[in-house]
């Protein structure tokens, strides 16, 4: 088990930026995936963005596709998200995930995760 805190979000305005960071408890991060998830109200948790172990395989949803990055530190044991060009519809509170069971490359599925961090809030106004 691992635990996760995100920090970094806040309230901004279209067309900025923002990078969340997630740490994680533990010597073993390294034999993690890891994921970025967000729920807007009203609305399902969304896969943002997934991460190997080793961080040479990234995954990113088509919505953010160009405009995030996931990146990961394991010395640092710390997983960020880079957002630019951020668009009112990129509103959400953001999960950082961990999964022990991701082997290979990184996973969109949200069950493939075990452990959640309890979000940031990204509010990004028009």
């Known amino acids: 088990q691992v635990q996760l805190v995100e920090s970094g979000g806040g309230l901004l305005q279209a067309g900025g930026s923002l990078r969340l960071s997630c740490a994680a408890s533990?010597?073993?991060?390294?034999?993690?995936?890891m994921g970025w998830f967000r729920q807007a109200p009203g609305k399902t948790r969304e896969f943002v963005a997934a991460?190997?172990?080793?961080?040479?395989?990234?995954h990113h949803a088509d919505s953010v596709k160009g405009r995030f990055t996931i990146s990961r530190d394991n010395a640092k044991n710390k997983v960020y998200l880079q957002m630019n060009s951020l668009k009112p519809e990129d509103t959400a509170v953001y999960y950082c995930?961990?999964?022990?069971?991701?082997?290979?490359?990184?996973?969109?599925?949200?069950?493939?995760?075990?452990?959640w961090g309890q979000g940031t809030q990204v509010t990004v106004s028009s």
């Open positions: 995930a961990a999964g022990s069971r991701i082997i290979y490359g990184g996973s969109r599925n949200p069950n493939d995760y075990d452990d």
């Open positions: 533990g010597r073993t991060f390294s034999t993690y995936g």
């Open positions: 991460i190997s172990r080793s961080g040479d395989i990234t």
